[in-house]
């Protein structure tokens, strides 16, 4: 307990506050200092994961909820794993809020289609929907009977999902086109996430539509607002709006599991304030990390630094002419999303632009790179636009225009747009304004800085190694340019380390000594990430006494023989495990893989 507080209290620290200044804890029910705060018992059909997304959506804007009507849907891949998915009837919630007045309901999720693609092609969510807009291949399954015949709504889902996903596949297969300027599989796999892709897109249809009739509400008057992991799906989003035709559109950066903690703490002030009003508006992206030890990298890196001179926009604007630049300014973005602080730039009227970036960031060829557009002038380059400052919806070039900006264009024309104005971003604004002037377009390319497979980049020490690696010549700082040099003897292959103090606080010896107390009997590594996949079996074993490991081992035997697919389940959990151990350290590893076997033994 020493070492939780201690570690809680370094987090804490850097906004100057410690336990000692919390009043309450809100977190995981159960777990958290009072139980007064959370929907649990009022929902109790409801998952509390999806809860917590709806709420950081809806109540984004605390007059939009206390005002008018919002509708509201949480869908993702699924609930926290062992609070809801074993007890909760429904995983996906939807709700209504009427001046503040909120009814919840049942609603499917597409998000496990998504998440099963992943898994079987082995390829990211992003990367399967830019591949299915990428090609002119197709194919065709009956849509229909996919929706009729399969449950996206609750513990069915786990089963439903493969089984339809295994029935899209055979189907296309026998139907599906190919694309002479991709490979066969590259076809194939585009061929049918079309076809997923537009049954997910009438089952988020049929909740909106189930909604408006059940609670007689007018799109014209009524806000939608999206959370959980399928809210980043930006064709989606904008086919629902223009469908539908809502008034507005609330959504955080952090749609995913990220934004949890924000809907975690307006839910709770909700309840505890007992629906009385009280003022919210959410800040915006830019409230992560901010790193100004510009002196310190520069000192680190020196013999590789060219020049560094201050900021100037003409300048600028003929580096990005040239090639893509790397832009590190202020704090970094939340959720998956890089929006301009922690961003490589690229000129959006040049093919070469969108190459370099994506061979920067060792991607497809045909990876689509996103536009950043001065808000002001969105009306006039995209049809039926509308501010889109968190780059979660597509909008449709217009016609007189796409040639101009081919590196932002999609296959249909559709771009991934993030629209900005002075007040959110005034760096990043200036830099637009300036290319905009020089150019006559008002956008650049933007795409997230960072390796392929790593996280968003957080520091300048990590900014200055990407752009070393892969030779980019130029990279602006905290409004300083810094050229480089010398790629040729720059010895580091990989990305630079990540900050890894928080977790090491716990000596590697004192953690192998609590894992072997929790797991005595030495059950293997494989069995454990069994035992933590499968819901029938978590928590339902006491490893700590030989009896309990025993049944543990015939039970995951057991469930190995009747499905085979968890050894492959088990081993990607292992693989991940592994990752972990190569980029936190050892020390890391062993402190988060405690938190699992401590939920695996109920200890």
């Known amino acids: 307990m020493e070492d939780l507080r201690s570690f809680v209290n370094g987090l804490l620290g850097a906004f100057g506050l410690s336990l000692g200044d919390m009043t309450e804890i809100w977190g995981t029910p159960g777990l958290a200092t009072t139980n007064d705060y959370h929907f649990v018992e009022e929902y109790p059909e409801l998952s509390f994961h999806s809860i917590a997304h709806l709420y950081s959506a809806i109540l984004l804007d605390s007059e939009t909820f206390f005002e008018g009507d919002i509708l509201g849907l949480a ?24 001046r503040g007045v909120v009814e919840t309901f049942p609603v499917a999720s597409p998000g496990l289609l998504y998440s099963t693609a992943k898994d079987r092609f082995k390829m990211r969510e992003g990367t399967l929907m830019a591949l ?6 197709a194919g065709r399954c009956d849509r229909e009977s ?15 999902a493969p089984l339809a996903f295994e029935e899209i596949v055979a189907e296309v297969r026998a139907t599906a086109s190919t694309d002479p300027d991709f490979t066969e599989e590259e076809s194939f796999v585009s061929a049918v996430m079309k076809e997923i892709q537009a049954i997910s897109v009438m089952a988020m249809e049929r909740n909106v539509e ?11 008057e009524t806000h939608l607002a999206l959370a959980g992991g399928y809210a980043l799906n930006c064709p989606t989003n904008s086919h629902l709006m223009a469908k539908y035709g809502f008034c507005g559109f609330l959504t955080p950066p952090c749609v995913d599991d990220g934004g949890q903690a924000i809907g975690i703490g307006l839910a709770a002030f909700h309840k505890k304030t007992g629906g009385e ?38 300048q600028a604007v003929r580096d990005i ?36 970036l994506n061979g920067f960031k060792l991607r497809e060829w045909w990876r689509p790179v996103a536009p950043v557009v001065l808000e002001d002038q969105l009306e006039a380059w995209f049809e039926d636009s509308r501010p889109s400052p968190y780059m979660l919806e597509t909008f449709t070039i217009r016609e007189e225009r796409r040639d101009q900006i081919q590196a932002v264009a999609h296959l249909d024309y559709s771009a991934r747009v993030q629209s900005l104005n002075a007040e959110q971003n005034p760096a990043l604004h200036a830099l637009l304004t300036a290319f905009h002037r020089h150019t006559g377009v ?49 010895p580091a292959k990989g990305p630079y380390p990540r900050m890894r103090q928080p977790f090491t606080s716990i000596p590697a010896s004192r953690a192998m000594a609590v894992h ?17 996949l499968d819901l029938a079996l978590s928590g339902k074993f006491d490893l700590r006494t030989e009896e309990g490991a025993a049944e543990a081992f015939k039970a995951v035997n057991s469930r190995l023989r009747a499905d085979p697919s968890l050894w492959q389940a088990a081993e990607r959990s292992m693989r991940r495990a592994e990752h972990r151990f190569t980029t936190f350290g050892p020390d890391a590893l062993l402190n988060l893989e405690l938190g699992a076997v401590r939920q695996i033994t109920g200890a």
């Open 442 to 490: 008002p956008m650049l390319c933007n795409t997230s800085l960072n390796d392929k497979g790593e996280p968003i980049i957080d520091t300048i020490r990590e900014t200055i190694n990407f752009c070393l690696r892969r030779r980019i010549g130029v990279a602006y700082l905290n409004g300083r340019r810094v050229a480089f040099h010398n790629f040729d003897s720059y």
């Open 277 to 314: 009003r009280f003022t919210f508006r959410f800040p915006g992206a830019y409230l992560g990390r901010q790193d100004d030890d510009l002196d310190g990298a520069l000192a680190e890196f020196g013999e590789y630094v060219a020049d560094i001179s201050d900021l100037d926009h003409d």
């Open 75 to 98: 869908v993702d891949g699924g609930p926290d794993r062992l609070l809801d998915q074993r007890y909760k009837r429904y995983w996906f919630t939807g709700a209504v809020s009427r």
């Open 146 to 160: 996919i929706l009729r015949t399969f449950d996206f709504t609750g513990l069915a889902a786990l089963e439903g």
């Open 516 to 532: 072997a107390e929790l797991n005595p009997y030495r059950l293997p590594d494989l069995y454990l990430h069994v035992l933590y």
């Open 321 to 356: 002419l040239a090639e893509p630049i790397a832009w590190f300014h202020g704090r970094s973005e939340i959720g998956p999303r890089a929006l301009g602080n922690r961003s490589l730039l690229g000129d959006p009227t040049s093919r070469a632009a969108k190459d370099a």
């Open 210 to 220: 189930t909604a408006l009739e059940r609670y007689d509400l007018d799109p014209a």
């Open 132 to 137: 299915a807009t990428a090609t002119k291949a």
